[in-house]
């Protein structure tokens, strides 16, 4: 694999360090991105943030990019706020934290409105921001033995900057529970609640993960795959009345005259493979 540059970001932010997020591919599009702090189990400060929201902004102008994998180096998916970090804000101001947490939140944003397919690969611990960022992408696979925790409040805090992606993974329901209790779970547990797609016995079937999804999305028209998401994003919670009738069916109709969409149904009738599959 080959690391890949950031050309799609004009201004690089300020306290962004390469060697907090390593960013590699492939020829055919496959993306993993590494939270790379081990010695800290990947926590987050302020640097690995913008780090990351650099990272996922690359990927909104990365049209050959068609899967993204975001994992933790050392064996640790991420756990949460670093202690450094923490006792730093604990001094600021109301608006200097207010201004900080806007630089998660634009980070989790960025991660969440990536045009490809993103999936996390939990080992270890997914804690508070740790499991917001898994929320986030739009799969989680977790090893066996991986710990999840929301544990804001124990700490007299809240988990406000991942709740919208909390509460979209696992239902306000199941988010108030979470966040309230400030309860640890497990991989099992994640899945039940549906903030895990998947549970490997192991990690070595991380690998065997990443195969299969590579070739899947391999059929899968890169542009299609990223309107598909806008429309989920853009479609849910919405009543179903004239105005998303006509919006749905506009979308499909731009689709339809597309470049893709019209490769896609040619190479159908033709009985042949389309050009991003070939």
């Keep these: 694999m080959n690391a890949i540059a950031h050309p799609f970001v ?4 300020p306290d962004a360090n390469d060697s ?11 993306v993993f991105i590494t939270i790379n702090r081990p010695e800290k189990k990947n926590a987050f400060d302020a640097a690995t943030i913008a780090a990351l929201h650099e990272a996922f902004e690359t990927l909104h102008g990365a049209d050959h990019v068609r899967l993204v994998f975001l994992r933790g180096a050392g ?10 970090w923490m006792r730093d804000a604990a001094d600021w101001s109301e608006g200097d934290n207010r201004d900080d947490a806007m630089g998660l939140a ?17 080992e270890g611990a997914a804690m508070g921001g740790g499991a917001g960022l898994v929320a986030a992408c739009d799969m989680a696979v977790a090893v066996k033995g991986a710990k999840f925790a929301f544990s804001e409040v124990r700490l007299g ?5 991942i709740a919208p992606y ?8 199941t988010a108030r529970r979470l966040f309230a209790t400030a309860e640890a779970f497990d991989a099992d547990a994640a899945a039940a609640f549906g903030l895990v797609d998947r549970v490997l016995d192991s990690a070595d079937g991380i690998d065997g993960v990443v195969s299969e999804l590579s070739e899947a999305m391999k059929v899968c028209a890169p542009g299609a795959v990223g309107d598909a998401k806008r429309l989920v994003h853009e479609v849910a ?41 070939e």
């Design 20 to 30: 907090l997020v390593r960013i590699d591919s492939t020829p055919e599009g496959i």
């Design 10 to 13: 004009a201004d690089p932010a």
């Design 157 to 161: 805090l809240i988990p406000a900057t």
């Design 106 to 122: 634009k980070m989790l944003k960025s991660l969440h409105d990536v045009p490809a397919l993103t999936v996390a690969l939990v």
């Design 237 to 277: 919670g919405q009543k179903v009345d004239r105005g998303i009738m006509e919006e749905t069916a506009k979308r499909i109709a731009r689709a339809r005259v597309s470049e893709e969409g019209q490769e896609g149904v040619r190479a159908f009738l033709d009985k042949r493979k389309p050009r991003w599959a």
């Design 166 to 173: 909390v509460i979209e993974a696992v239902g306000a329901r």
């Design 75 to 84: 064996g640790t998916f991420c756990a949460g706020a670093d202690l450094g």
